[in-house]
């Protein structure tokens, strides 16, 4: 299986926050960063499926130079290769506007699915995936906890999610592939870069 993660690097949530000279924005030079909460749980997904049925993860990034070290991150825990969309101006795109650059860079991939978090921890909007799935022409579903492979025939492949509602319902449905996926937190625990991870993460792909 070939799975794209989207991943989206933001400020640590215990980082002192401090309004900008111009009383309008936030001073960025002491923020330090972290890689958004439900985007973990969706490369721990694609890492789980990746380890059962074999074939490479591949996360994406968009955003600023420092954004690098977020895809190291991913890439320690074990991911095979990164790719990342250098721009300076995510601050003034919208959900469409990202998912735009996202899709450019997803196309030429051809991947089996695509998973992003369900939603980001600073906006919290859960639009980027599913505008995702739209401009790539893919089926896609939501809120979901948990992935399974399954086969439909000689060189085929679907899927069964398993869909998180409201008041303790849940859903399991079957897709087929390629689709988008949006990953709800708390479906799995999340793994640690070891050591020996982080020693080859300097060595994987990134593009």
Do not use: C
């Not at 995510?90 to 369900?118: F, H, M, Q, Y």
Request: proline share 4%; aromatic share 2%; glycine share 10%.
């Amino acid at each position: 299986m070939k799975i794209i993660v989207a991943i989206k690097q933001l400020p640590d949530r215990d980082s002192q926050i401090r309004i900008d000279a111009t009383g309008k924005g936030i001073d960025e030079s002491d923020l330090q960063y972290a890689l958004n909460e439900p985007a973990a749980y969706a490369l721990e997904e694609a890492l789980q499926l990746r380890d059962l049925h074999g074939g490479e993860v591949i996360v994406l990034s968009a955003g600023p130079e420092r954004v690098a070290t977020t895809i190291r991150e991913a890439l320690a825990k074990g991911a095979d290769r990164g790719l990342h969309i250098l721009s300076d101006d995510l601050a003034s795109r919208d959900a469409l506007g990202v998912a735009t650059l996202l899709a450019a860079a997803i196309k030429d991939e051809n991947p089996d699915l695509i998973l992003t978090g369900l939603q980001s921890e600073d906006l919290g909007l859960g639009q980027t995936g599913v505008i995702l799935a739209e401009l790539l022409g893919l089926p896609h579903a939501t809120l979901i906890l948990h992935v399974e492979k399954t086969n439909t025939g000689p060189g085929e492949m679907s899927i069964e999610v398993k869909r998180e509602l409201e008041e303790g319902w849940f859903q399991t449905i079957q897709l087929p592939t390629p689709a988008v996926l949006t990953i709800q937190s708390g479906g799995s625990k999340l793994r640690y870069a070891t050591l020996m991870g982080i020693k080859r993460a300097k060595l994987k792909e990134v593009k």
